[in-house]
């Protein structure tokens, strides 16, 4: 005879088993074993797929204003007289 310490019921050495270095029987054994709650649905695959999308939306934003500012530079600039027409202005 053995006894379960789960349910502390009397069983025979052929209706109990060994689980986590103990005995005990068949139907706590199950309970044990079976999940206590139903697998929830995470949202947390979201979470990175927010960060990569927020980060090229800046990313864009960034480069869009640096060749708005790019483009309003006169092209004289370019040419490399901007700098002679204040100079030769002055005198």
């Not at 053995?2 to 054994?29: G, M, N």
């Not at 999940?35 to 934003?61: D, E, K, N, T, Y």
């Amino acid at each position: 005879m053995a006894r379960c310490p789960e349910c502390r019921h009397f069983y025979c050495r052929e209706c109990i088993t060994e689980h986590d270095d103990r005995v005990i029987c068949s139907a706590c054994l199950k309970k044990l074993t079976v999940p206590s709650h139903a697998p929830r649905h995470s949202f947390a695959w979201m979470f990175p797929a927010v960060q990569m999308s927020a980060g090229l939306c800046i990313i864009w934003l960034f480069f869009y204003f640096l060749g708005a500012m790019l483009l309003s530079i006169p092209s004289r600039y370019h040419e490399g007289t901007v700098w002679m027409e204040k100079w030769f202005s002055t005198r």
